[in-house]
């Protein structure tokens, strides 16, 4: 089971993740996701993007596109393993909420994203 240190550090990387989308900062973004494990990014809309090249790239094309989103997680969720973590929240994008799933793992002793899944919410 995982202490509160070490759930500290992967909301740290988490608000790291959301402060790089929301400024639009690709360098930053990347120094964030994981250069050791798979990576992929489900944007809304958007069919899963799967490995690092195209997941770069795809937030590329919504920073230029679109600008950086302004996007809030709100209500974070961690479950963890000794080298896995996995953070559920709602993202607040202008009036739109999302629910996301972010993958976590650790290497050399920091986390880096390696999932990131995002979709609109439905009524009940």
Known sequence: MADA???SLVLRAHDAF??????GDIVRLDALISNHRPVLVGHPGWPV?????DVMASWAEI????GPPDIWPL???VMMTDHTALVVCTEIVGSTQL???N??????GDWYLTQHMAARLFPH
């Open 5 to 7: 240190k070490e759930r």
């Open 75 to 77: 209500d974070e969720h």
């Open 103 to 108: 993958v976590f793992v650790r290497e050399a």
């Open 49 to 53: 993007q799967h490995g690092r090249a």
């Open 99 to 101: 629910t996301a799933t």
């Open 63 to 66: 920073f230029v596109s679109g």
């Open 18 to 23: 959301y402060d790089a989308v929301r400024a």
